[in-house]
């Protein structure tokens, strides 16, 4: 299957877990609903801006959403944020607060592997 496939179910899979309508998610990333919609399905290219930023929302590595098993890619989430009516602005913050996580996370793991063995 194609690398596309995979990164568009694996999309919508983590952006349904969270509970983010496409609406609220093409908002926060710059983009219409249809052109996310596409990517959903495999119909069209995602470029890399696009994959950094869900990946950051998402608060998972960018190369979890190559994750060819979808059940192996939902249990990379490590945080749910769960709300409806999501402004661009509450998205933004946390994607940041994700990333802030995330590399707090790899930083650990850095100065600390006999922990993390």
Excluded at 106 to 117: A, Q, S, V
């Amino acid at each position: 299957m194609k690398t596309t496939f995979f990164l568009g179910i694996n999309i919508k899979q983590y952006r349904e877990k969270l509970g983010y309508s496409q609406e609220e998610m093409a908002q926060f990333l710059g983009i219409n609903r249809v052109s996310l919609s596409q990517y959903e399905t495999g119909d069209r290219e995602i470029p890399l801006e696009v994959l950094n930023k869900s990946a950051n929302l998402f608060g998972i590595e960018l190369i979890d959403l190559l994750e060819s098993n979808p059940d192996s890619a939902t249990a990379n989430i490590a945080f749910a944020f769960r709300a409806q009516n999501l402004t661009t602005e509450d998205l933004n913050s946390i994607a940041q607060f994700q990333k802030i996580v995330r590399n707090y996370m790899k930083m650990t793991r850095n100065l600390n592997p006999e922990i993390h063995e």
